[in-house]
């Protein structure tokens, strides 16, 4: 009998591939970064399953293309990519991965943190300028974490992760999140907030929610106008639940302190975002589960997810478990 026919949109790691190897028959796009939209388009006509990335669209003219289509399995944990109404209604399962970059992206969150506190990537620039030639007391002021408050928009798992981290630095954590997590409170010592008082009160805020219609600009000028001077943001989600430019504004006017943000509205990021002009702000370009260990987990778990939903298993992580029920 034919093996299943799969596309994998971009390289994952040998760990996946390993997985796929003689359950189906797959192709992988090659090329750097994620295919054309009508190389998408052309590929998935004739295919079973998707191994998607964040960077795919997949939405109804997506689903109208592909008749033959069974699953997607997203190689991430967001999802926003894809049109999960239009998923459902062509009967596709979508899955995807979370849990294994749980630590990874609260690591990458922490460490966007204290580089933008401790003014990590100027003080490292005015060094290898050469700039360096005396010290005095004032220099490279930077903001302590002990005794301070952090607060979290978003306590799912890797908010509670970014909480455990904060605590072992002696914060106190305040956290914003549709639904209360009285475990969490007790384990953590956290505290369940408005957005307003969130803001408000917070030395730091970390953003950890997903993208969507409601959390879509969610921190624009007002938000911002609400937060300390001496504040930080962070953003390790999804880059349009902030507005950039009033962030822009903010930060180059002096509401805020500084930022650190691995997520962009548009990714790429443009040479001329202005936000790259400020020295009080710290980027990466979206490295939140860039781990050996994290990476490797999520191809494995893409690939299984896909051949437990071609393979007529329940896959471990559905998105729209009501495919299922048809």
Known sequence: MALPKVYVSQRILKEGRD????????????????????????????????????????DEEFFQQAPHLKVVSQHAVGFDNIDIEAATRHGVLICNTPDVLTDATADLAFTLLLAVARRLVECSGYLRRGEWRTWYPDMWLGMDTARKTLGIIGFGKIGQAMARRGRGFGMSIVYFNPSPKPEAEKELGARRVSLDELLRISDYVSIHCPLTSETRGLIGEAELKKMKSTAILINTARGLVVDQRALYKALSEKWLWGAGLDVFEVEPVPADEPLLSLSNVTVMPHM???????????????????IDALQGRRPAYVVNPEVLDR
Do not use: C, H
Request: negative net charge; glycine residues 12%; charged residues 25%.
């Open 19 to 58: 997985i796929l190897e003689g359950q189906v028959s797959y192709r992988m796009w090659e090329g750097e970064g994620a295919p054309d939209r009508d190389i998408l388009l052309r590929e998935v006509q004739f295919i079973d399953g998707l191994l998607s990335m964040p960077a795919d669209k997949i």
């Open 288 to 306: 939140g589960s860039a781990t050996l260990d994290s990476r490797g987990g999520m191809s494995r778990l893409a690939a299984q997810n896909l």
